[in-house]
T-cell receptor
Framework: SQQGEEDPQALSIQEGENATMNCSYK?????LQWYRQNSGRGLVHLIL?????REKHSGRLRVTLDTSKKSSSLLITASRAADTASYFC???????????FGGGTRVLVKP | EAGVAQSPRYKIIEKRQSVAFWCNPI?????LYWYQQILGQGPKLLIQ????????DSQLPKDRFSAERLKGVDSTLKIQPAKLEDSAVYLC?????????????FGNGTRLTVT
């Protein structure tokens, strides 16, 4: 079963706009990770945020984590056509060692 | 550094045939993973190795799937016999430590079509 559920399932924006996607999960976690997958390629790690952290930044990416709501968000600022991809959240359970992926958000950035 | 290498890139077989996939992880990465990704879904973990020992294979359909990681480096995943529902992309990933604290590095996957 999938731990994380992304919302929305699909997102279409214009180049230069911000893109926000959310991830909700069901059980306590040790950390939460975001990955990007371009069409026909493998996943690429973006950010890892630990359960005791609330926010992390990496370039144009900002991730927040709210453990009380069991949710995380990924913000891509000033989007580019090259950001067109599927974005997945993945969680490590507090008691386990298995990285479980959600179903992903498909982002289309139109030039 | 060289990335995770997988082969073949594509494979088409008929149901009930067998197929094998190969993965060469990043040098020095102790942990190796095989994920199955059905079209439109997120990856699902099939098996996780720590060096050459199995850490988790709870979602591996053991009646038809098998995997090995000889000498703690390369790995092969086999399906025998294949079913139509095995059509998916099979992703191999590796990490320095466990996924507990280190990100996964993925290969580009093998796209399997079972007809």
């Amino acid at each position: 079963s999938q731990q994380g559920e992304e919302d929305p399932q699909a997102l279409s924006i214009q180049e230069g706009e911000n893109a926000t996607m959310n991830c909700s999960y069901k059980t306590s976690i040790n950390n939460l990770q975001w990955y990007r997958q371009n069409s026909g390629r493998g996943l690429v790690h973006l950010i890892l945020i630990r359960s005791n952290e609330r926010e992390k930044h990496s370039g144009r990416l900002r991730v927040t984590l709210d453990t009380s709501k069991k949710s995380s968000s990924l913000l891509i600022t000033a989007s580019r056509a090259a950001d067109t991809a599927s974005y997945f959240c993945a969680t490590i359970g507090a008691a386990g060692n298995k990285l479980t992926f959600g179903g992903g958000t498909r982002v289309l950035v139109k030039p | 550094e060289a990335g995770v290498a997988q082969s073949p890139r594509y494979k088409i077989i008929e149901k009930r045939q067998s197929v094998a996939f190969w993965c060469n992880p990043i040098s020095g990465h102790a942990t190796l993973y095989w994920y199955q990704q059905i079209l439109g879904q997120g990856p699902k973990l099939l098996i996780q190795f720590q060096n050459n020992g199995v850490v988790d294979d709870s979602q591996l359909p053991k009646d038809r799937f098998s995997a090995e990681r000889l000498k703690g480096v390369d790995s092969t995943l086999k399906i025998q016999p294949a079913k139509l529902e095995d059509s998916a992309v099979y992703l191999c990933a590796s990490s320095v430590g466990s996924s507990y604290n280190s990100p996964l590095h993925f290969g580009n996957g093998t796209r399997l079509t079972v007809t």
